[in-house]
């Protein structure tokens, strides 16, 4: 009778995340305003798994890059084109002053309080599209994951049962909120959702878009392609206002 009650939480937490995340599906198509391609970029989460790789990456691009950081020793990168803006996307303030000046803006951006309700993805989030629209600027990359929106379930069985249900409800569930804000906003974002992520070398990804995922078992990628994802997405408008997975 528990496991049967279980199973249902999991399968009914699935569907809602289903239902609260961004879906392709009869979202407005809008016209995008001619813009320069972007030069300076801001990065949001650089002292993380991915943003590390970001910022790496954004650099051997040629680009000039700012990030946003709540304790900078940890980035351990200096680059002359590399500068940084010590604060939390909690705060508007110090949020503003890292977007301001800035061509686009790329986040990575995570945290580990898995065990109780969170609004850092869903107000961080919101506090950069604010900056971004104070500032006119243009284009925001964001990770989230797969198992949110139309892909739900595409993390897999071990997902779908256990690690989300069990660990991750209101991490997701926030992932959820996260999304919508970023759909309702005028920017030019895409979404990027990821399978589960490891650490290994950038091997290019083998599938992307719609349809990434298994229900069955679990997709990986590697950070480091997730970041060159993310980068081809300041220059390309395939996946303009969509949410594409992507795994390696
Ligand atoms: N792990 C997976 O298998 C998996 C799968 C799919 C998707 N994802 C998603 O992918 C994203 C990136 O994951 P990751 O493991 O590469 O990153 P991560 O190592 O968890 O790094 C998260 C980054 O966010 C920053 N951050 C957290 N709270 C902040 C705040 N209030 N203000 C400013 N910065 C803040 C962290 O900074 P500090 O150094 O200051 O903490 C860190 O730089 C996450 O959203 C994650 O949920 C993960």
């Known amino acids: ?61 040629g680009y000039s890059v700012t990030v946003l950081a709540r304790e900078p020793s940890r980035l351990a990168i ?23 000046g800035q061509d686009a803006v790329l986040s990575a951006l995570g945290h580990k309080r898995f065990f109780g309700p969170t609004r850092i993805l869903s107000e961080g989030t919101r506090n950069i599209l604010r900056a971004m629209e104070r500032h006119d600027v243009g284009r925001f990359v964001c990770e989230t994951s797969l198992g949110i929106g139309e892909s739900a379930g595409r993390m897999g069985l071990v ?31 895409v979404i990027v959702r990821p399978g589960a992520l490891t650490n290994g070398e950038k091997r290019g990804i083998r599938r992307e878009d719609a349809g990434v995922g298994s229900f069955l078992w679990t997709v990986r990628i590697s950070r480091a392609d997730v970041a060159a994802f993310m980068l081809d997405q300041l220059t390309s408008d395939q996946y303009l206002r969509k949410a594409p997975g992507v795994s390696g």
């Open 159 to 189: 997902y779908t049962l256990f690690i989300v249900p069990m660990i991750l409800p209101f991490y997701f569930w926030d992932k959820t909120r996260q999304e919508r804000v970023i759909a309702a906003s005028s920017a030019e974002w």
């Open 1 to 61: 009778m528990l496991l049967l009650l279980y199973a249902l939480y999991a399968l009914s937490l699935s569907a809602a995340l289903f239902r609260a995340g961004f879906r392709s599906r009869g979202a407005p198509s809008v016209p995008v305003a001619p813009r320069q391609p972007p030069k300076r970029l801001l990065i949001v989460g650089a002292s993380g798994g991915t943003g590390r790789r970001l910022v790496e990456q954004a650099l051997e691009r």
């Open 78 to 100: 200096q680059h002359a084109q590399l500068s940084v803006v010590k604060g939390n996307v909690l705060d508007e303030r110090s949020v503003d002053t890292a977007v301001s």
